[in-house]
Nanobody, 127 residues
Framework: QVQVVESGGGLVQAGGSLRLSCAASDRISIGTVAWFRQAPGKEREAVAALRWGDRYRYYTDAVKGRFTVSRDNAKQTVYLQMDSLKPEDTAVYYC?????????????????????WGQGTQVTVSS
């Protein structure tokens, strides 16, 4: 069974940077890879997504200009570069993969679009 493997979380001061990585345990046909996060006491929310075929990117407004999602096709790995981090970015970050098909603007943020999920990696930003 294919698994999603995340890495790169940690503790950083406000204004700092972290890079998260996400990869599938086996080679699969990827349609879209997304990052979600869940802060304590809050619902999980979509942060960013990358459509594999055309590299189209989506971002939630709260991270635009600070976070960048990219991919390494050969490694079938997606990265979330997080710059200018704020304490409100503190959360568990999850990577999710949608098989084969890309997502569209109206649905990229919906959890039900994604087929497999990682276990989450903690990001803590201190003030």
């Amino acid at each position: 069974q294919v698994q999603v493997v995340e890495s790169g979380g940690g503790l950083v001061q406000a204004g700092g940077s972290l890079r998260l990585s996400c990869a599938a345990s086996d080679r699969i046909s990827i349609g879209t890879v997304a990052w979600f996060r869940q802060a304590p006491g809050k619902e999980r929310e979509a942060v960013a997504a990358l459509r594999w075929g055309d590299r189209y990117r989506y971002y939630t407004d709260a991270v635009k200009g600070r976070f960048t999602v990219s991919r390494d096709n050969a490694k079938q790995t997606v990265y979330l570069q997080m710059d200018s981090l704020k304490p409100e970015d503190t959360a568990v970050y999850y990577c999710a993969i949608k098989f084969s098909a890309g997502v569209i603007k109206s649905s990229w943020h919906m959890e039900g679009q994604y087929n497999i999920w990682g276990q989450g990696t903690q990001v803590t930003v201190s003030s």
